[in-house]
């Protein structure tokens, strides 16, 4: 009997199906199984594929399979799965998805950093224990947990404190293990993976595996097939590790699982939340996810009753404050209001403060006095940021950098002045009203790498004093808490053009909270804003149950499936004539929004249109874009970019 075999291949839907039909010769039929590697004649050349489906039959006359890959890794079952899955609920191609899965075959190897000794055990690392935590409350979060996957083996559990949150993430492995199954841990970032990973070892005693993007190719893929033969039970990571070949995975634990880097921006744009929990429930295992502010994704679980809470509030809260810069001018106008102005002269010198502010740079942009023109990116179209120190403009886009004008390009008036806060601007007025106070500032262009924030974080916790800085004063390593943090600048992420807008900003402004031993003061024009107020009173229950409100009446997630369309190209007719064609073909099977240009209309050159869809029924319109762009003829220099979930919308 004929077998015929289904192949993924690394191939876009354009280039003809999500997946593509060989014959299997007789000579392969015993070794030709779902997940092996195989070559294919694919055009004028030969290729590698993964076998996901086979037949008996096919409908027209095909080719046969070449031979199989030894080169390449065998999928796991679930794996399998998984990717016909994001294929379908990313409008990818299933060689696409498993792409995204698999260890890259050729990449740059410069970039390493290696966990492993030559034994495959975690290196040791000198970090102090993730969360500091009481026997009772370590008692407490451990049994809670380890009690509800007892009674659900693939339940969902949100752990949506802070104090405890590690110590119930080790009964849920000690749990996984005594039944004999793996498990996976995810962080946002490598460095928080190495220090669940140590924080593992020391209390369960194993070794564990770090699996991170950053690997060079040879040690990820023999770190792929080490995890497969079963050599480690439990793996640390960052989002990529959610492919990991665990057998007989168990448990997957997703700690502050509302982090953005959790979100891959290339195809097929997966976010790793969304892969967990279909991982999960493919492998029928239980999902944990932590976070001490958890995204409205997860909380619209826990109230329709599809997961557990487990709830570890902080020992101490900070005093949080709102102040309204309409009316409490400081020293620097609304800069510096009176309130932020007085604690941190309360503070320093002798003390430390926080300052968060949400952009970097001195200014958002140069502004003409005279003629109104603002100085922009000849590629992107969009304002320069002012760095004042370098005196020069910068596209935070596409990294173009030029000279600060003195002159106005436009009418020639020497009225130039910078608008808008920036982390620049705020440490430069903090040296002129705090002297003799230490004073440095944590941003991308001050700390671009890990060792440089973990250096400005030793100094600020040998020295003292204000460190300004941006999310990184959260999202990245070596936080030094301090009496005082105070956030400037905040109204603008607030109100930007993005319906997550607020829930983002409470995310970070209560995370900054946790660095506060004392008092948080936050400037703002809008202190009834819904965020701020929930903040202040310590009442996320009614923020979350005001935005999920919000999200259904409007028709946005997590209340439907929200399809982004990018269309892009160098010249604006074509990609406007595609981003209309897309948007009729999808007119019958969702709200479409657009199109329209993008709120970032011209990036390097190539303008942007967007298309917005709220899918109506599941899948409907996902299925009619899949056939959209297998029919439609694109312009050569004219490409889609597809993002189903996307968390930026700019």
């Known amino acids: 009997m004929a077998v015929f075999a289904e192949v993924a291949i690394n191939a876009p839907l354009r280039a003809g199906d999500r997946t593509f039909t060989f014959s299997v010769p007789v000579a392969l039929e015993r070794h030709v199984t779902i997940g092996i590697p ?9 290729t590698s594929g993964y076998v996901v489906g086979l037949s008996p039959t096919a409908v027209r006359e095909v080719k046969p399979v070449a031979a199989l890959d030894e080169r390449l890794p065998v999928l796991p079952s679930d794996l399998v799965t998984l990717a016909s899955w994001m294929a379908d609920h990313h409008v990818c191609s299933v060689g696409e998805a498993i792409d995204a899965m698999l260890p890259p075959r050729s990449r740059s190897s410069s970039v390493n950093h ?56 080790t009964g849920a492995l000690l749990w996984a293990l005594q039944h004999g199954r793996g498990a996976i841990a995810l962080e946002p970032e490598l460095v928080q993976a190495e220090r669940l990973a140590a924080w593992i070892e020391r209390k369960i005693g194993i070794p564990v595996a770090i699996y991170h993007g950053a690997l060079a190719d040879s ?64 492998a029928q295992a239980a999902l944990v996810w932590g976070s001490p ?40 106008g609304g800069l510096f209001g009176r309130r932020l102005y007085q604690a941190l002269a309360r503070t320093l010198p ?35 940021t002012y760095h004042v120190a370098e005196r020069h403009l910068g596209c935070h886009l596409c990294g173009a950098v030029e000279p600060a004008p003195d002159i106005c390009r436009v009418c020639g008036g020497t009225r130039i002045r910078p608008h808008g806060i ?25 700390a671009p790498d890990e060792a440089s924030q973990q250096k400005i974080w030793q100094q600020f916790q040998r020295r003292g004093g204000l460190l300004v800085g941006t999310q990184l004063l959260v999202k990245g390593v070596g936080q030094v808490s301090a009496p005082i943090v105070g956030a400037i600048g905040v109204d603008a992420a607030l109100h930007l ?97 657009g199109p329209s240009p993008a709120p970032l209309p011209r990036i390097r050159g190539r303008f942007r249109w967007q298309i917005l869809v709220k899918e109506r029924e599941d899948m409907r319109a996902r299925t009619r874009l899949r056939t959209l762009l297998t029919e439609i003829d694109l312009p050569r220099a004219v490409k889609v970019i597809v993002d189903v979930d996307p968390v930026d919308l700019l």
């Open 497 to 593: 053009p993005d319906f997550r807008a607020a829930e983002r900003t409470y995310q970070v402004l209560s995370q900054l909270a946790g660095l506060a031993e004392k008092e948080m003061i936050i400037q703002t024009f809008a202190p009834t804003h819904p965020a701020l107020t929930a903040l202040v009173n310590a009442n996320p229950a009614k923020f979350f149950a005001d935005e999920l409100a919000a999200r259904l009446k409007f028709g946005y997630p997590p209340y439907v499936v929200l399809i982004n369309l990018i269309v892009t190209g160098q010249d604006q007719q074509a990609a406007g004539d595609t981003a209309r064609a897309l948007a009729a073909g999808l007119a019958e099977d969702g709200e479409v929004l």
């Open 38 to 46: 195989v070559r294919v004649p694919f055009g004028k050349q030969t």
């Open 114 to 169: 290696t966990p492993f000794d030559s034994h495959g055990s975690l290196r040791a690392f000198d970090s102090e224990r993730p969360e500091a935590t009481s026997e009772s409350a370590e008692q407490t979060s451990r049994m809670g947990v380890v009690e509800l996957l007892t009674a659900d083996s693939a339940a969902r559990v949100a752990i949506t404190g802070e104090d405890a949150r590690f110590e119930a993430y």
């Open 219 to 282: 040690e990820r893929r023999a770190l792929w097939q080490r995890i497969a033969s079963g050599e480690f039970k439990v793996i640390a990571g960052t989002r990529v590790a959610v492919f990991a070949p665990v057998p007989d995975l168990g448990l997957i634990i997703m700690d502050h699982e509302e982090d953005t880097s959790y979100k891959e921006e290339r195809v097929p744009r997966y976010h790793a939340r969304t892969i967990a929990e279909t991982r999960a429930r493919i």
């Open 350 to 384: 002798r003390g430390r403060a926080l300052l968060y502010v949400p952009r970097r740079g001195y200014a958002d942009f140069l502004l003409c006095h005279e003629c109104g023109a603002v100085t922009r990116c000849q590629r992107c179209g969009v304002a320069m």
């Open 422 to 446: 920036g982390t620049e601007r705020v440490e430069a007025a903090a040296k002129k009203l705090f002297r003799g106070t230490p004073v440095q500032r944590l941003d991308a262009e001050a």
């Open 293 to 332: 502010t958890p995204s409205l994704e997860v909380v619209r679980e826990i109230e329709e009753g599809r997961a557990a809470r487990l709830t570890f509030p902080p020992a101490d809260r900070p005093t949080i404050a709102l102040s309204d810069v309409r009316s409490e001018a400081g020293p620097l």
